[in-house]
Structure formats: C-alpha cells, structure tokens
C-alpha cells in the first residue's frame, strides 16, 4: 500500500519536471500524511497543481468522511467506489519518496524508498469531487442547508494513490506499492481511454531504486522535517 510519503523537491523543480505551475508555491514535504490537502496534477487541467486532500470520498457518499487512500488495480474499474473516478477523474500524485514499515522483533522499522538520485516521479492517482446533498439536488436555501456559497465552500476534492504488486525491491518491505508511471506514460494516464490507462497499471521495476530504514519519528504525521528522510541503522 501508500499510506504515507514525502514530496520536498523544489517548487521550481515540480514545475519543470510536471510542466504544471503552482498557484502559490508549496512547503517542502516530508511525511505526507492521509487527510492532509497535498498538490496532484488533474486530468482537467494538467497545466496547474491543485491541492486535494488524500482519501478518496466518491461523490454520492452520504457525508465527507472515511475517504480511502489506496485504489487497488487490479479492481479499480470493478469497484463502484473507483470505477467512474478511473474513467473520467484521473490525475498524477508527484513524490519524491514514500514509506513502508517492516515488522521487526523490537517493533516496525520504517523505510523509505525512493529514486537513487531523490528525483520526482508521479503515482496514478484517482481523484473526486463530493458536494453536500443540497448543492447535488440543487435545493439550496429551500432544502434549509444555507446559500449556495455556503455549500460551495464545502466542496470537498479528494484522490487516492492506485496501487499494484510491489517489484522486488518493496516485497522485501510490503506485498504492495504504488503505481509509479514513466514520464513518457503520464499523459496517457491523464488523457487516455479508459484501456489505455488500464495498460499502464503495472509494477514499477526497482532498477535506479533504493530503500533504507528512517526513524520512527515518520510514525507520526505531526513530525515533518528534513530530518524524517535521513538513514538510520536498520
């Protein structure tokens, strides 16, 4: 699975890279949590970074809570959950890094894996858009739910990170990954059919790649700094 990573590449450097500019430039990332507001590229304007909130809620779930971070592939056109999400809601989830934890005999041992070289690359992200009821029957002030820039202001854009098997490298770690995309298949993951896209959900191979073992401080969303991403003794 993907359930926590870290995106401290400069603002410049993502712009580049994405070909996507930032509204206002993000601080630099080390332990990107779920329930956190984090910048994808979407499939509805692939030339700017916006900031969703990772944990998926589809747009006909009853309330905005209990959004799921992960999309397996193998099921994601299947589940109702996902299914329209993959088809017309796709977007690039950019990283520089994430984290799995190993069961050890003193406790569960973090670590992340990343490029060689910490560049950035992007995950297959799905994301959605959920509205309050009022605003999706369109009854506003009628149904007794406030005025429509009320309910506008709780508009809630969420994605989840589509994972796969993991390649040799993380099944050492976990018995899945993300799905990492080459830079050549993004824009087919953001503008393909829905079977273009589908080919792209394979495992990632682990050439160029490393893991090592960081500091259970990245246990806890609430420590975000540098420090998070440095080795430790394994």
Known sequence: MCGRYSLFTPAEELEARFDAAFETPPDPRYNCAPGQELPVVANDDPDAFRSLTWGLVPSWADDRSGGVINARAETVREKPSFREAFERRRCLVPADGFYEWVSTESGKQPYRVAFEDDRPFAMAGLWERWKPEQTQTGLGDFAGGGSAEDAEAEVLETFAVVTAEPNDLVSDLHHRMSV??????????????????????????????????????VNSPANDDADIVEPVDG
Request: avoid cysteine; charge should be negative; hydrophobic fraction near 35%.
């Open 180 to 217: 990492i995309l080459a830079p050549e298949e993004e824009e087919t993951w953001l503008r393909g059919d829905g079977e273009e896209a589908a080919s792209l959900l394979d495992t990632f191979p682990d050439r160029e790649m490393r893991a090592y073992p960081v500091s259970t401080r």
